[in-house]
């Protein structure tokens, strides 16, 4: 998919990549993670995926931490991190990208609405030089099982909005589900949606930003257990706010923002991908408690 910001073809001088980070937040997931976790470690074990799968503790009230605890012994490649400042849900993902070590990262849902053999074919077109990789569950070959109709409505009119906005022909922005090379992630720093509305910062800055990006089509199933996380009420002032935030940038910034000419594809990757025993390399520091 190409358009006026995007880049009809992926760079073919990409490095080839070494680490995929996967990082899912999880709030009161003690349920799902077993077999969220499990599915995706034996996923990607299987077709050769050299991976790490961070996940994030933000601040559940039910076993999560124990049963992530626990799972470690199954699941060699398992980071557990527990988010022991602010919560929500931006925030956990922030938290997850300091401590990921990958040069290319994968943002997944706890729930096991997201199919593992998705996140294969995300590493895979990384790996043929795009920047980032979206997934779309409203584009032919996508699918949705047992998505609420209300919460589908307000999906596609979101959405709607969004692309009319930004001019792009991206038809699940919000959708949480969609991978990144490093450097895209240094470049749409600072990352400020503290809530579910970092699923929209994170790709509208790319895109605004001039990384390379294209669209699969995926597929969503809803939860099995415990209740949505995402409350639609609270979250559409939030949405705006960043809507509007990075749509100043795109009409206002007059490129400051851009990427430079050098490749996000060649930005360095942390020393642990590279071989070297330090620890992964940070983000930018978080901002001080309000």
Not at 40 to 55: A, F, M, Q, T, Y
Not at 70 to 79: G, M, S, V
Not at 241 to 266: M, N, P, Q, T
Request: aromatic share 10%; with cysteine; glycine share 8%.
């Amino acid at each position: 998919m190409a358009d006026g910001m995007n880049p009809s073809a992926p760079n073919s001088a990409a490095p080839p990549l070494k680490l995929f980070s996967v990082v899912v937040p999880a709030r009161d997931e003690a349920k799902s993670l077993p077999a969220t976790l499990e599915h995706l470690h034996v996923e990607l074990s299987l077709n050769d995926v050299p991976h790490e799968i961070v996940v994030v503790d933000d601040g559940s009230s039910d076993q999560t931490w124990p049963v992530l605890q626990q799972l470690q012994a199954k699941i060699p490649t398992l980071r557990p991190v527990q988010n022991r400042g602010e919560h929500g849900f931006g925030r956990a993902i922030t938290l997850g990208l300091r401590h990921s070590s990958g040069d290319a990262v994968a943002i997944m849902m706890a729930d096991e609405s997201d199919d593992p053999r998705d996140a294969v074919r995300y590493w895979k077109l990384l790996n043929e030089g795009w920047d980032c990789v979206f997934g779309s569950r409203f584009i032919a070959g996508g699918c949705t099982i047992g998505y609420p109709r209300v919460k589908l409505f307000l999906n596609r009119l979101a959405n709607f909005f969004i692309r009319i906005v930004f001019a792009v022909p991206l038809n699940d922005t919000t959708n949480a589900f969609k991978a990144y090379r490093r450097g895209v992630i240094q470049g749409c720093e600072p990352l400020i949606a503290p809530h579910f509305n970092l699923t929209v910062e994170l790709p509208l800055k790319a895109i605004v930003r001039g990384y390379s990006w294209t669209v699969v089509p995926i597929t969503w199933r809803n939860r099995r257990f415990g209740e949505p996380k995402l409350k639609i009420k609270e979250m559409g002032s939030r949405y705006f706010f960043i809507c509007a935030y990075v749509w100043l940038e795109k009409y206002f910034s007059r490129g400051d923002y851009r990427r430079g000419v050098e490749s996000s594809s060649r930005a360095t990757a942390p020393a642990s991908v590279n071989g070297g025993g330090s620890p992964p390399r940070a983000l930018a520091p978080p901002p001080p408690p309000r």
